[in-house]
Every structure is written in structure tokens, then in C-alpha cells.
């Protein structure tokens, strides 16, 4: 599946608010619910959510100007890696599930994969 240059750009932007979203609700809403440990474990999960919502975008521009199926590829790591990375910490905070910790490397080669991908998508239209 090849998804264009827009519907990343509208991927990227839905996860970046998403991201938003989480992290008011992890510092409001979450605070004095969660182990302070669990906090900064949904933090980081929001972080890198955001980091790959730009990249998002990032490939939504990139997808225009080199209309590639490697470039298209590599959002689909980047949103893999989200749902992976920043779905099991916030699976792991909210239900204290510590081995879901073993599932979170996967979502960051997910993410490594992505950016070598969309360096690759680059560097080809040189």
C-alpha cells in the first residue's frame, strides 16, 4: 500500500494531537494515580510519539517531492514503531504489566528502520 505525500501529512498531524492529548493527560490525569516509575515510562512513550508524528509529516513533504515507495515505507515503520513503542509503554503503565517492556524494542527498530528508509528515499533522488 502506497499512501500519498497528503495522507501522511494527515497521519502525522492526528498522531502529533494524539501526542498532545496524552501528555495533558499523563501530567494531569495520571500523576497521582500511577507509580511515579510508570510516569516517566508513559513520558517517554508520549516523546517518541511525537518525535515520529513529525517524521510523519516529514514523509508527507518528502512523499511529494520523491513520490517513492521507499519513502512510503518508511511511514509506515514510523507508525508502526508508535503503535509498538509508545502503545506498550502506555499498556505498561496503564496496567502495570512490566514484561510488556519486552515488546518495546521491537516498535524502536521499527522507528531505525524508518529513518534508514527515508534516508534511502533521499539519497536516491540525488
Do not use: C
Not at 30 to 46: H, I, Q, Y
Request: glycine fraction near 14%; avoid cysteine; proline fraction near 2%.
Amino acid at each position: 500500500m502506497n499512501a500519498t505525500g497528503s495522507a501522511w501529512f494527515v497521519m502525522g498531524a492526528i498522531a502529533a494531537g494524539v501526542a498532545v492529548i496524552l501528555g495533558a493527560f499523563g501530567a494531569h490525569g495520571l500523576k497521582s494515580r500511577v507509580d511515579p516509575e510508570l510516569l516517566v515510562v508513559f513520558e517517554t512513550g508520549v516523546r517518541y510519539q511525537m518525535y515520529h508524528a513529525l517524521a510523519l509529516l516529514a514523509v508527507g513533504l518528502a512523499r511529494v517531492h520523491w513520490p517513492t515507495t521507499v519513502i512510503s515505507l518508511a511511514g509506515w515503520f514510523f507508525l508502526a514503531g508508535i503503535l509498538i513503542f509508545s502503545g506498550s509503554l502506555y499498556l505498561m503503565t496503564a496496567t502495570g504489566e512490566r514484561w510488556l517492556g519486552a515488546i518495546t524494542p521491537i516498535g524502536g527498530l521499527a522507528f531505525i528502520i524508518g529513518w534508514v528508509l527515508l534516508a534511502v528515499g533521499a539519497w536516491r533522488a540525488i
